[in-house]
C-alpha cells in the first residue's frame, strides 16, 4: 500500500471491509449506565440488546475522538515509513476532525518526511464509510495520498444523506432538533425528513405522517438525487428495524436498480442520536 487510511467508528464499516482494505480504526466510546464501552467492529455489537436498551431509556453518553487517541493511532504508522490519510465524521456534528488536525499538526513536526493529511467528510456513518471506500478503492488504483484527499473533498459535497427517526426526542437530547420541533412532532405522529447540509450539519428538509411515508420518501429522494446508480453500492444504515431497511432496500432495487445495496445497523454512538427506528439512506449524487 502507498498510504495508510485511518477513519474513526463512525464510518459503521462491516469487518470484512475494513479487514479487506486494510482500513485503521479509532473506535468511539459511549458509557452506558455509568460504565464506558467501545466499539469497532460491528461483529461484536449486540444490536437488538444495545437498542432494547435505548427503548427503556438508558442513561448513556457519547464522546469524540480525543487528540490524544489519534496520535496513538498515526505514530506507530509514521514510524513505519507509512504516510496517513485520515478520514472522519462530519465537523457538523462533532469534533473529532478538530482533533484529528490537531494530532496530525503535532506528529507533523515529529515526522517532517511524512505525510499526514485529516479529512473532513461533511457525512457520518455509511456516508463516511463510503468516502473511506472510495479512498481505498483510489489508492489501490494508484493514486497518490494527494490525489486521494483532492478527490474526497470534491466527492464530499456530492453525498447525498436522507434519513428519518422514529422517536424525535433522541436528536433533540444530543442537541440535532430543537425541542419545540420534537414535542410538536411527537404529539402529532410526524416523521420528520433529514439531510446532511453542505456544512455537515443535520438539517429538517420535510415532514411525513406514518412510517410507511417516511420510507416512501426517502427512496423518493434518492430517485431524484442518485448519479449512475448501476455504479453505485447504496447504504441503508438502520436503528433496530431492519424489516424496515429491506423494505426501503426493494423499492430501491426496483426503482433505482443499482449495483448493490449494503444495509448496516447503526454503531452504538451514532444510534445514541439517531435512536430506535431510525432509518438512513446514503449514496452519491447531483449534490447535497
Request: aromatic share 6%; with cysteine; proline share 3%.
Amino acid at each position: 500500500m502507498s498510504f495508510s487510511i485511518v477513519t474513526d467508528a463512525s464510518a459503521n464499516l462491516p469487518q470484512n471491509l475494513v479487514d479487506h482494505h486494510h482500513i485503521k480504526v479509532v473506535p468511539l466510546s459511549y458509557v452506558l449506565d455509568g460504565k464506558m464501552h467501545t466499539c469497532a467492529d460491528l461483529s461484536t455489537f449486540d444490536g437488538a440488546a444495545y437498542y432494547d436498551r435505548l427503548r427503556a431509556r438508558a442513561d448513556i453518553t457519547t464522546s469524540l475522538v480525543n487528540e490524544s487517541e489519534f496520535i496513538a493511532r498515526f505514530r506507530p504508522l509514521l514510524k513505519q515509513g507509512q504516510d496517513v490519510l485520515c478520514i472522519v465524521i462530519s465537523s457538523g456534528i462533532s469534533g473529532t476532525y478538530e482533533s484529528a488536525s490537531s494530532a496530525a499538526a503535532q506528529l507533523s513536526a515529529e515526522f517532517p518526511d511524512r505525510k499526514l493529511f485529516c479529512v473532513d467528510t461533511l457525512s457520518a456513518s455509511l456516508a463516511e464509510g463510503l468516502m473511506v471506500l472510495l479512498a481505498c478503492e483510489l489508492r489501490d488504483a494508484g493514486e497518490n495520498i494527494e490525489a486521494v484527499r483532492d478527490v474526497l473533498t470534491t466527492q464530499r459535497h456530492k453525498m447525498c444523506q436522507v434519513f428519518t427517526v422514529d422517536d424525535l426526542m433522541f436528536l433533540k437530547h444530543g442537541g440535532r432538533l430543537s425541542g419545540t420541533m420534537a414535542i410538536v412532532g411527537t404529539v402529532l405522529h410526524l416523521k420528520p425528513l433529514l439531510k446532511g447540509d453542505e456544512e455537515g450539519r443535520i438539517v429538517a428538509y420535510g415532514k411525513v405522517r406514518g412510517r410507511r411515508a417516511s420510507i416512501n420518501a426517502l427512496a423518493k429522494a434518492c430517485r431524484e438525487k442518485v448519479t449512475e446508480p448501476e455504479k453505485q453500492t447504496l447504504c441503508i444504515v438502520h436503528g433496530d428495524c431492519k424489516e424496515d431497511a429491506e423494505a426501503l432496500a426493494e423499492i430501491l432495487r426496483s426503482s433505482v436498480a443499482p449495483k448493490d445495496i449494503l444495509i448496516e445497523i447503526f454503531e452504538p454512538v451514532t444510534g445514541a442520536h439517531a435512536g430506535p427506528g431510525s432509518l438512513a439512506l446514503f449514496f452519491f449524487g447531483t449534490g447535497r
